[in-house]
């Protein structure tokens, strides 16, 4: 059955001069990551710009943000994710260390014959539902995903749908299962003092890591390099990660700019149209990694609500701020969200080339994979 027709877009962006555009652009991607963000939603840093931008590209906006961009916005997202690394993840990771092989590898197993499944079914192209189901930072698999060669915002509708649908779940679960939720409201303060020294420290690190990273082998090179290095010396006491909110906030815009702008009215109607069956996928993903949660608790009486947390299946932001909210193990859950993290960063490119090899086309194609559009 094909989609009902999309209302024609309109043209009045589209008829203003760039710089205006960007003004218009810029203008809504604030109010919609404030609105998002005084509803508590996560990663409303990144889904208020890439939100606005699909709102603009579809009525007739003609911007782009250039792909150099990509490699600073790699490298401080490693910064970021090497300072949020608990410190005590060694000895959690020592402890419990055939805890966390099971953990992480069930999860990338589950995820993994999901994604085949949806590429077996052509529900998606190529490797996009594969990229799409990873369990790792959602920003960080979109820039992976298209540096791979997969459908960059389809891979966004998949991570951040199941993005949502893990802030519901464990949000709920917070509430019910009776964690001593203490959930306190912080200011956010966009344009606190800096600590100069660490921040030019910081900067280096994301500068010399981010070029080193062009030279190793790897598709996610340049946010590896400054995350293994940012853990190193921090660990080490040599720096100290400074990372101002504001520069995140530019940095998550230009990644949502990027992927919002090439969205097009025929590629709204192919993801509307395999909505049903990216939804189903993502909720049978959250709810195999429940039941391991759910075996986490009966065989190691680990606490419901830390369990879910560790196994839960992407949104390492959320999770983050969920878990600093309510009475749970914080460091066993992002240590484990972290270990998987960066088993996927290494083991997503091979294993997303292993599966393509076993995923022959059906013999009969289906419908919601005809005629998708190719990206501006």
Known sequence: MTAPPLPAPSRWIGGNAPAAQWAVL??????????????????????GPMLSAIAVSVNGARLSVPRRTSLPVQALLGCMIAKLLPAAIVGQVGAHWPLFAFGVVSVIVVSGLLGWLLMRLRVLPGTTALWGLSPGAATVMILMAEANGADAQMVAVLQYLRVLIVAAVASTAAAFIGAGAHHASHALAWFAPVAWGPFAATLALAVAGGIAGRFVRLSAGPLLVPLVAGVVL??????????????????????????????????????????????????????ACGALAALLVATLHIDP????????????????????????????????????????????PPLARLLVRYAPAPQQPNEACQDIPTPR
């Open 305 to 348: 609500l830390t369990a879910w947390l560790a196994t839960s299946p992407g949104g390492a932001d959320s999770v983050a701020i969920i878990a600093a909210s309510t009475n749970v193990d914080v460091p066993f859950v992002m240590a484990m969200q972290m270990m998987r993290f960066i088993v996927v960063l290494f083991a997503a």
């Open 26 to 47: 810029i203008g809504l991607s604030i109010v919609v990551s404030a609105l998002l963000a005084a509803t508590g939603m996560p990663a409303a840093l990144l889904l």
């Open 234 to 287: 921090t660990h080490a006491g040599w720096i100290t990660i400074e990372l101002p909110r504001w520069l995140l906030a530019v940095a998550y815009a230009l990644v949502g700019w990027r992927i919002g702008l090439q969205f097009t009215p025929q590629l709204l109607r192919h993801a509307a149209r395999a909505l049903p069956r990216l939804a189903a996928c993502s909720v049978a993903l959250v709810a």
